[in-house]
C-alpha cells in the first residue's frame, strides 16, 4: 500500500525558513518524477515544484512564486523528497503535499507551514 507522509511544518515569521521532507512507502519511488504541492485556504491545490527521475538527470521546475526561494531535492536511497524554503512569506502559508509529477499516488495528509509574525 502506497503511503506518502509529510513532515517538517510548523509556524515561521516572515523571512524565515524551513526544510519539508515527504517519505514514501509502497512504491518504487525512484521511478517517479516527484513534485511538492500547497494548499491555501480557500484556495485549490496548487503545484510549486518538481523534480524529474535521476535517469532523467533530476531536472526541477519551479512555479514562478517560489523560483530562487525554493529548493527540491530528492534522495531515492532513502524515498524522501524535500523541500527547503528560504525568504518564507505570508503568502508562503498553506499545507504542503507531495505526489509525483501527475498526482498518481494517494495523497497524504500534507504539513501545514505558517508564515506570520
Known amino acids: 500500500q502506497v503511503q506518502l507522509v509529510e513532515s517538517g511544518g510548523g509556524l515561521v515569521q516572515p523571512g524565515g525558513s524551513l526544510r519539508l521532507s515527504c517519505f514514501a512507502s509502497g512504491a518504487p519511488f525512484s521511478r517517479y518524477a516527484m513534485a511538492w504541492y500547497r494548499q491555501s485556504p480557500g484556495k485549490q491545490r496548487e503545484w510549486i515544484a518538481t523534480?524529474?527521475?535521476?535517469?532523467?538527470?533530476?531536472?526541477?521546475i519551479y512555479q514562478d512564486s517560489v523560483k530562487g526561494r525554493f529548493t527540491i531535492s530528492r534522495d531515492n536511497a532513502k524515498s524522501t523528497l524535500n523541500l527547503q524554503m528560504i525568504s518564507l512569506q505570508p503568502e508562503d502559508t498553506a499545507v504542503y503535499y507531495c505526489?509525483?509529477?501527475?498526482?498518481?499516488?494517494?495523497w497524504g495528509e500534507g504539513t501545514q507551514v505558517t508564515v506570520s509574525s
Open positions: 505526489n509525483s509529477a501527475g498526482s498518481a499516488l494517494p
Open positions: 523534480i524529474t527521475t535521476s535517469s532523467t538527470g533530476m531536472r526541477t
